[in-house]
């Protein structure tokens, strides 16, 4: 089990911007992961701005809920405590066909003590959605670590995006405003912090 703090900004880039990104920056690693994502036929987990999810990797898997911080140390980028249990890869791939098979799912660890503690029986959690990303981690500006994602949809929908992740928020600016310089990155309402989970509801098709 791990807590951590996350800040992070995200943008939603064109194809071209995302490319020359990748081929611009020291690849540290490349994968594939997917995110199965879950919540009450009501979106009880959305009202509270609380996501849940199931993170497949070749190897391995891990559940992680991301919860509001109530005190965060900025307020520009987004912001969250992330509660994540390891889990092997036999053990997530169980869990998801039981969610498929009987309609719901009961997660243990610290993520099911956290939502039977905040929830109790009202958080009868179904899979949602889904997305499968191709991720590449790179060596940034300053050594700040650029994440570029490569993410497809149940509805066959397919965006590219930059995460920019620290825990110094200063160091996340200054990143921005260099990439934004040397490669012409343009922020908005549209393609700032939009939330993978939130686009993989918008696209969700048929699960």
């Known amino acids: 089990m791990s807590e951590n703090n996350e800040i992070e900004a995200k943008i939603i880039l064109p194809k071209a911007t995302y490319s020359q990104l ?3 920056f020291p690849v540290k690693s490349d994968f594939k992961q997917e995110n199965y994502y879950f919540d ?3 979106g009880l987990l959305k009202q509270s701005h609380i996501s849940c999810r199931i993170r497949l990797f070749e190897d391995h898997a891990e559940q992680t809920l991301k919860v509001p911080d109530k005190n965060p140390v900025q307020h520009r980028y987004h912001e969250a405590i992330e509660i994540n249990d390891d889990l092997k890869l036999e053990k997530a791939h169980d869990l998801l066909k039981n969610a498929e098979e009987k309609g719901k799912i009961i997660f243990t660890g610290s993520v099911g003590d956290y939502l039977k503690e905040h929830f109790g029986s009202e958080a009868n959690l179904c899979l949602q959605t889904f997305s499968k990303t191709h991720r590449i981690l790179a060596q940034g500006p300053q050594n700040c670590e650029l994440t570029f994602d490569d993410t497809r949809y149940p509805d066959g929908f397919e965006d590219f995006e930059l995460e ?8 996340i ?3 921005l405003k260099l990439l934004k310089q040397q490669y012409g990155l343009v922020q908005n309402s549209a393609n700032t912090n939009r939330a993978k989970i939130a686009r993989a509801f918008n696209h969700r098709g048929k699960i």
């Open 173 to 175: 600016e200054a990143t």
């Open 22 to 24: 990748c081929e611009s």
């Open 40 to 42: 009450t036929d009501n």
């Open 164 to 171: 920019v992740e620290n825990d110094d928020p200063a160091l």
